[in-house]
């Protein structure tokens, strides 16, 4: 007779409890998807350099009508709190110190995909689309396409828009903030 397997989900309150005791170190890179705990992909230069281009363009853009979060935490159901690269929230003047924004504070989210655009196109589009995320952008590094995806519908995205460089982008949700596709594909200088 064949055992079955079955694994166990965590919670997100039972994955804060493992930091909480030590049980996941403070400096390691982890978020829980699925119920599950996996390592993110290191930060390369470029990566980081987008992260941080987009971010200063996306603080100049939003002003005042919304939170721009790097590299923060949402928690978009009971067995689930990746961590995009940036997201655009809802303004709070708490800045969510009680508690991670959810779906419903999420005005967009951004991921920076070089060795994990695979994994953000499927598992985390999926995700964010299952949530009601109602956009999502990433940046594919090896293409230098920026793409929105939009109208999530029964944890797909039916809008899937090509955003190539030159051009300018804003979230439907946040039509003033206006920001060039070049700050999400930073290349590197050539010395």
């Known amino acids: 007779m064949a055992a079955t397997l079955v694994k166990r989900r965590f919670t997100v309150d039972e994955y804060h409890r493992m930091g909480q005791v030590g049980i996941l170190p403070e400096r390691e890179r982890v978020e829980l998807i699925d119920g599950e705990v996996l390592a993110m992909t290191p930060v390369g230069a470029r990566h980081g350099a987008c992260v941080a281009s987009a971010n200063r363009a996306l603080v100049k853009a939003a002003g005042n009508d919304a939170i721009v979060q790097p590299q923060g935490a949402t928690q978009l159901n009971l067995f689930s709190e990746p961590q995009p690269d940036i997201m655009l929230l809802r303004p709070r003047d708490d ?70 460089r030159g051009r300018t982008i804003a979230p439907g949700m946040l039509p003033s903030c206006i920001v060039a596709t070049d700050v999400f594909l930073v290349a590197p200088s050539e010395a």
């Open 95 to 164: 800045f969510y110190a009680a508690h991670h924004p959810g779906p419903e504070d999420v005005l967009l989210v951004v991921e920076i995909a070089d060795s994990s655009l695979d994994y953000d196109r499927g598992v985390k589009a999926r995700l964010y689309a299952a949530a009601g995320i109602q956009e999502y952008w990433l940046a594919d590094l090896k293409a230098n396409i920026l793409w929105r995806l939009s109208s999530p519908d029964r944890g797909t995205y039916r809008g899937v828009e090509p955003c190539h």
